[in-house]
């Protein structure tokens, strides 16, 4: 969706106009240009105040737990363990931000199925604009959030409404952009990002190439010693998983055991040095064996991560998808 017409081109104008009066004040006036200066030490020590909310991409969310129009708690931790969650710090006091909202509940309408969650948080309350009116009036299925003094937004230090962050099930801030006015370029930028890693995350799936591997791998138990953790991507495309590297008589090992996101949401601590039984399959990926784990074992604790049939058991806590 867009603002109203020639909201663009007027902005454009308003920058080129702030341009040339800023050079006129630099060239008329050497103590702006001494301000400016100063300003720009101000930014580089305190950036948070200035930067753009892109800045927050790579970094791990806070929790939080706020409740809806209608009482019911959302909670973070809950819904990344299940899904991709999108989350607009958002404003009902503008067109521009009601019409970012209204771009926010189309993202859930068509991804919704696929294992997303958005969520609005109110950046403000507007008492020109209730949220609670807006939202029943344009029959919004995203849930708009209380962030009672906005301590969810200084937690993650948001400045201005109304931006989007997407979130992996990792915790990880994957996805983020300004969104200035219900820009349809960032709506359809999000809405790609979104899909790049709702498919790198069904790409793990039951019905999965990589899954559908198990079936034609030779059924092998192995006992060794833990040498190492590392993350891979075990086929283009995939989202991060977790392998082990295993020494035995035979030799060494490498072990795929699941999803990131799934192997470490397990009370199985993977610590260098122990020894543990493997079963599962032998498949080649890349040309090389690789174990495909069915389950580990470690004295008494056992850690499954596909049933007998090789279904991954990751595939059971996902809403959407394959």
Known sequence: ???????????????????????LLLVANPRFASLVSEAASLEANAPDLFSPVQRLVGKATPDFALPDLKGRVWRLSDLRARKLVAIQFASTSCHCGQLALLDLDMLQSSLGKRGLQALAIGFEASPLRPPVEFIREMKLVVPFLNDQGMKTAAAYGIRWPPCVIVVDR????RWARDVFGGDGDVFRQTQAA????????????????????????????????IKGKQQVAPLAGMSPGVALTLSADSGAHRVHLGPAWYVEGQPFRIIPKDVVTVTGVTVRLGGKPVILAREIRRGKQVVTFRDARGRPKWAESRTGGS
């Open 1 to 23: 969706m867009k603002c109203p017409k020639g909201t663009a081109a007027v902005e454009r104008k308003l920058l080129v106009l702030n341009t040339l009066i800023l050079v």
């Open 170 to 173: 990792m915790g990880i801030i």
């Open 194 to 225: 979104v899909e790049r890693l709702i498919a790198a995350d069904e790409a793990w799936g039951q019905n999965s190439a990589y899954s559908r591997l198990y079936a034609s791998g030779k059924p092998t138990a192995i006992t060794g010693v």
